[in-house]
């Protein structure tokens, strides 16, 4: 049975969070770090009481909520940010199906959470861990989710570890919107609901 539009929509904005900044450390080389904590911080709560547990509050989560709302407004006119989110979907139907990758990452995110409750999920050496968990896993299935920006930044190690540790939040976040009972038809046939949850989220 899917889960009420609000919690789903929920989802949809950490996807888009993550992926906002996946961009934005592409382009500029930096992350926002609260924006980039809420969602990686999210790769190690796999049994949260609900949704928003998942992502601590539902405020760590304005700066997508907000995305969404303007997408569904029609005042984002970006494109590149919903391909890429496509592209995650698109992969992470692949990845539930892929049972041995399913286990890989899980037992992955076992042994770095110690280390990420002890340095916090931004701690580079944590990035390093969750970027390698996704290059040896998620990152072989297709379609491959490709990422453009400027080739100074994508050439340093530390930044490439930290675009795929957000990748893999991207993931974890199209993996609970499908488990909510979320599908592509949301966009077709929901989007005034979901400017209206999106704003009941943010408060306005």
């Given at each position: 049975?899917?889960?009420?539009?609000n919690?789903?929509?929920?989802?949809?904005?950490?996807?888009?969070?993550?992926?906002?900044?996946?961009?934005?450390?592409?382009?500029?080389?930096?992350?926002?770090?609260g924006?980039?904590?809420?969602?990686?911080?999210?790769?190690?709560?796999?049994?949260?009481?609900?949704?928003?547990?998942?992502?601590?509050?539902?405020?760590?989560?304005?700066?997508?909520?907000?995305?969404?709302?303007?997408?569904?407004?029609?005042?984002?006119?970006?494109?590149?940010?919903?391909r890429?989110?496509?592209?995650?979907?698109?992969?992470?139907?692949?990845f539930?199906?892929?049972?041995?990758?399913?286990?890989?990452?899980?037992g992955?995110?076992?042994?770095?959470?110690?280390?990420?409750?002890?340095?916090?999920?931004?701690?580079?050496?944590?990035?390093?861990?969750?970027?390698?968990?996704?290059?040896?896993?998620?990152?072989?299935?297709?379609?491959?989710v490709?990422?453009?920006?400027?080739p100074?930044?994508?050439?340093?190690?530390?930044?490439?570890?930290?675009?795929?540790?957000?990748?893999?939040?991207?993931?974890?976040?199209?993996?609970?919107?499908?488990?909510?009972?979320?599908?592509?038809?949301?966009?077709?046939?929901?989007?005034k609901?979901?400017?209206?949850?999106?704003?009941?989220?943010?408060?306005?």
């Amino acid at each position: 049975m899917s889960a009420p539009l609000n919690e789903r929509v929920l989802a949809l904005a950490a996807l888009a969070q993550s992926l906002a900044q996946v961009r934005r450390i592409a382009e500029t080389g930096q992350s926002e770090d609260g924006a980039a904590s809420a969602v990686l911080d999210s790769v190690f709560r796999v049994d949260a009481a609900s949704t928003e547990a998942v992502y601590a509050r539902a405020s760590s989560l304005a700066p997508g909520l907000r995305l969404l709302r303007d997408y569904f407004e029609g005042q984002n006119k970006d494109a590149s940010l919903p391909r890429l989110a496509l592209s995650v979907l698109q992969v992470e139907r692949r990845f539930v199906r892929e049972t041995d990758t399913v286990r890989a990452v899980s037992g992955g995110l076992e042994e770095i959470a110690p280390q990420a409750a002890e340095r916090g999920s931004t701690h580079p050496d944590v990035l390093t861990a969750l970027g390698t968990l996704y290059s040896d896993t998620i990152s072989h299935l297709r379609p491959r989710v490709m990422i453009q920006g400027n080739p100074h930044y994508l050439g340093q190690p530390g930044v490439v570890s930290e675009i795929r540790a957000i990748l893999l939040a991207a993931v974890r976040a199209a993996v609970l919107w499908r488990q909510l009972g979320g599908s592509l038809w949301d966009f077709v046939f929901s989007r005034k609901a979901m400017v209206q949850a999106a704003r009941s989220w943010l408060g306005a």
